[in-house]
């Protein structure tokens, strides 16, 4: 029974890893560019809720609301302000730019007094609900961050298949020129999708919150997420969340039955054995370049 308790709690905090993954994979299946800012974006959108909750008042539905809408926003603006001018220059430097935003994001909201350094509370509806089942023991936290994951990728998966922005979205990522050609406004919906991948970070910060509070370092998550999108495939919107998932459930495990630190280091060598053995990933696309 421990070990299923131990499965739950990993699925959960692998739903976070999951949504983050699904933020790094469709910004590098529309733009082939990895943002490694999507960790900064989820801190953000922690503190946007923050904000919407103490400060505004806000109930925990509006709470999301607001936070996805300034993560958004700030995505949005990034793609257009500071990486529409830079594309065309290699891969690396567009890299290079998103971890430069990642570190200025956090440096401007340390900054901000008593908020920034502090660690906070987001207060919840649920907080300390425990729902007992068959000699198990899950929180509401828990069980929130399942349900909430499902309905995303749900939503998701509603608008890549049945709306014309998402098929459109779907096209481009196939190939941009061909898109372009078609008519298809390539640049407005790689705006879109950047607002869109930061809104889903958005979502897993609120997400987190209960788990871990509120702090500037709480983005660094991001770098456990990355994982779970190089085990899903990285072209693969639902490899992001199996890969998520597993990065989740292994990390409970090791944690529990293995030394003190394999926690940590666990879902690396995971991603070191996935690697190895397939290199593409669980769902990836066998991509070939002509010579």
Known sequence: MQFVQLVISGLAQGCIYGLIALGFVLIYKATETVNFAQGELLMIGGFAGLFAATTLGFPY???ILVAMGVTATIGFLNERIILRPILGQSAVAIVMVTIGFGYMARGLVTMIPVIGTDTHTLPVPFRGEVFRF???????EHIVIIAVTILLC???AALFRYTKIGIAMQAMSQNQ????????PVKRLSSLIWAISAAVAAIAGI?????TFIHANMGFIGIKAFPAAVIGGFTSLPGAIVGGLIIGVVESLAGFYLMEG???AAPFMVVL?????KPNGLFGERLAKKV
């Open 61 to 63: 539905w509006a709470v």
């Open 262 to 264: 394999f926690k940590d």
């Open 134 to 140: 068959a000699g198990l023991v899950i929180s509401a």
């Open 207 to 211: 997400l987190l919150a209960p788990l």
């Open 177 to 184: 020129l061909a898109a372009y050609y078609m008519g298809i």
């Open 273 to 277: 054995a996935m690697l190895v053995l």
């Open 154 to 156: 749900g939503a998701l």
